[in-house]
């Protein structure tokens, strides 16, 4: 199975726990996590992204509430089985997303044509080489952000260091 990272940037107007829920969104309705992959417990993806418990929690919580992950005592979390009907997506929450990005962009100095550039080329990568893979932590230190490297097995994770 390939490699997968979730990349947490504390810099970023987006909230962490909406990082963290939208890569891992992007990860399962993309394939690349698969029903009854299991998850890293709340604790163990806070300590490897260097975040709160409840962070990591929150993002838990929403995918839950989309169906995309289940959690059960004793079983851990798990993707869940994607619906057959395909995924609305949230217009309020795309133009928060868009805007967070656009306002960050230009922060960094982007005019409109580079963006609308990153944005269209964003779009036409390749979803197997994005930085939405979910990963485990070795990377040095975390001043600006994190991002944790695992393997995903069938019947759990494996870290890798």
């Known amino acids: 199975m390939s490699e997968r990272a979730v990349r947490v940037d504390t810099t970023s107007q987006v909230p962490p726990y909406e990082q963290i ?22 604790r163990q993806l806070a300590a490897d992204l260097d975040l709160a418990p409840g962070t990591v929690a929150r ?3 929403e995918l839950e509430a989309a169906e995309l992950i289940r959690t059960r005592r004793g079983a851990g979390t798990r993707v869940a089985a994607l619906p057959s009907e395909p995924h609305a997506h949230d217009a309020h929450q795309l133009g928060t997303l868009a ?10 100095g982007a005019g409109t044509e580079d963006i609308l550039t990153a944005v269209r080329n964003a779009l036409n990568s390749d979803p197997a080489s994005s930085p939405a893979r979910l990963d485990s932590a070795a990377d040095g230190p975390r001043a600006a952000g994190a991002s944790v490297k695992v393997t995903g097995v069938r019947y759990g994770l494996e870290q890798q260091t």
């Open 99 to 108: 805007r967070d990005f656009t306002s960050a962009a230009r922060a960094l």
């Open 59 to 61: 993002a838990y919580r």
């Open 21 to 42: 829920r939208a890569q891992l969104a992007a990860l399962i309705r993309t394939g690349q996590l698969t029903e009854g992959e299991r998850l890293p417990t709340v």
